[in-house]
């Protein structure tokens, strides 16, 4: 999985039925010092993600598509989880 | 998921026969602000998309085949949606 | 699989529940010198790391998700070993 | 699916037999404009390709795998078409 | 499939018991000239591989766990061939 942040959402009419029902965001990924990495990622909600929140994003076809109601929706990216806080780990 | 934009038709006559039907475009992928980023890929289109649309493609072969009636055929991108828009979330 | 050092542990708590019970840890991935490559991942830890160790990390989703209880866990990571030393082959 | 132009031919006497049948070949990937990303892959080549071809490969598993008689075969790139030539999209 | 060279061998003890039975090697991935390109990968060993071998590497979930026995092997990487030489082709 990936960190991003959720910074954009497309707005799309004409798709595939199946996509319907998801709203669909654009995230930036970050890396480790939360910074962003200049990589982005178009992925569904299913958590319910608010503006601008840290999620966690699932970044593949048969591990995204298990939240999706449609088992046969051609999605690649699916947001699972917001992140409350990311704790360094004392060394 | 990432966002494209359709740039070239590709011309194929000798091909892998299951991979007949559905036309074959190159897309520029997009980073979140609209640039290029100097990534393409190569997708079928089930949408029908036109010229110079940005789109949203799903890179991934479990995901992608779904859309495709040869549920064997080797494809690993598949253009599923059109952009309106894209819009900016207030933070 | 690739070589990571666990760098920071990840707190949720609105997340999907297929995705409950295991810790989630940031890992920086290290190249073959053992440096740190820039690239990070959201990994579950499935053998019990403890602080700033170096582990093995299978990153796709079928792989991936035969070591969790959901079988349709949502899941692209997993730390499944930890590394006791690398040797260099000599040539 | 990538663009890539077939530069150099494999041989590999060592290898698992369920890989024999197959040419296997490096494929240079190409970007938009045609030039070289210096990325490179080895693919099974499933149409006939000759020398310095512009083809069309799938590099995913399970997509690629599917054009392959053994359908266990540890297989994650395939070409599956020749390129007769790109067009550009007026705008 | 990527080619790459055997550069070093993982010594792990605590590690899922599905991945015991299979050597584990740091693989250096080539490009298309031979020249390291400076990613890594962690590859289980099926074909019997010595010191500082050019190998090609299956990189995929699906793909690469049919070679293994326990099926449900948590397992991205595996060298599936052994390189004897690679061809250029005459242009």
Redesign the interface.
């Given at each position: 999985?990936?960190?991003g942040i959720?910074?954009?959402?497309?707005?799309?009419?004409?798709?595939?039925k199946?996509?319907e029902g998801y709203p669909?965001y654009?995230l930036?990924i970050l890396?480790?010092e939360g910074n962003l990495t200049?990589e982005?990622?178009?992925?569904f909600d299913?958590?319910?993600v608010g503006?601008?929140e840290k999620v966690?994003v699932?970044?593949?076809?048969?591990?995204?598509?298990?939240?999706i109601k449609h088992k046969?929706?051609?999605?690649?990216?699916?947001i699972?989880?917001?992140?409350?806080?990311?704790?360094?780990?004392?060394?």
């Open positions: 999985m990936k960190i959720v910074s954009r959402k497309i707005i799309s009419t004409e798709k595939n199946r996509l669909l654009v930036d890396d480790t200049g982005s990622v178009v992925a299913t958590v319910g503006i601008g966690i699932t970044i593949e076809g048969d591990a995204a598509v298990q939240l046969d929706a051609p999605v690649d990216a699916v699972v989880a917001k992140i409350d806080r990311i704790d360094e780990i004392e060394k």
